[in-house]
């Protein structure tokens, strides 16, 4: 049981450049989100999704894109990417219950 | 105002020792509260889920306070491997949508 699966691990990108950042649960999880932590701010929300088909903007969705076609993957875009999105990167999982989420184990994201 | 505050320490504390973590939140709506645990370069764990009848896992004892809107994790008997960052995160009504504070900073010294 793999859990939350997050690639890449690490990624230097240039300013400009777009790439996804993959995330895959094995846990048949309904809920999936996608998260940024910077240094004294806490996980601050980007995008969630309720279920296949669905996804709504968390708290700081400008210059990220999703999509939810099956359960199991949650890929996060990002268009043009800027220093401002230095960041990592944590996608999660959960039951629609008041369980908590799993997280996987994050990507660290520079770009230059 | 964030919508979860935290003191972030850091707290330093010797082995054995009780510590108590404290977290205000300011959305009246939230529905469940947790604490999770998150070392260095590692991502966030579930710690245990809080309940306002308060609850306890081993060393480890949550309270919630909705009226004051008020979070509390007490660490008894506080191992070296308790050394973490401690994050308060509630959870709106919709989506589970978790809001996370900053994080307390807990390091335990022999």
């Known amino acids: 049981n793999a859990g939350v699966t997050q690639t890449p691990k690490f990624q230097v990108l240039k300013t400009g450049q777009s790439m996804t950042l993959q995330c895959a649960q094995d846990?048949?999880?309904?809920?999936m989100s996608w998260y940024r932590q910077d240094p004294g701010m806490g996980l601050r929300l980007i995008h969630y999704?309720?279920?296949?088909?669905?996804?709504d903007q968390g708290e700081v969705p400008n210059g990220y894109n999703v999509s939810r076609s099956t359960t199991e993957d949650f890929p996060l875009r990002l268009l043009s990417a800027a220093p401002s999105q230095t960041s990592v990167y944590f996608c999660?999982?959960?039951?629609?219950?008041?369980?908590?989420?799993?997280f996987g184990s994050g990507t660290r994201l520079t770009v230059v | 105002r964030k919508e979860v505050e935290q003191d972030p320490g850091p707290f330093n504390v010797p082995e054995g020792a009780t510590v108590a973590f404290n977290c205000t939140y300011s959305?009246?709506?939230?529905?469940?509260f947790f604490w999770y645990r998150q070392d260095c370069r590692k991502e966030p764990k579930l710690l245990m889920s809080?309940?306002?009848s308060g609850n306890e896992d081993g060393r480890f004892t949550a309270q919630l306070n909705r009226a004051s809107q008020y979070i509390s994790l007490l660490i008894r008997d506080s191992k070296l491997s308790d050394s973490a960052t401690y994050l308060c995160?509630?959870?709106?009504?919709?989506?589970?949508?978790?809001?996370f504070g900053a994080g307390t900073i807990l390091r335990v010294k022999s």
């Open positions: 999660a999982s959960s039951y629609p219950t008041a369980r908590g989420y799993t």
């Open positions: 846990m048949n999880h309904e809920y």
């Open positions: 999704s309720v279920g296949a088909g669905i996804t």
């Open positions: 959305n009246s709506a939230s529905q469940s």
């Open positions: 809080v309940y306002s």
């Open positions: 995160v509630v959870n709106r009504e919709y989506g589970n949508k978790l809001v």
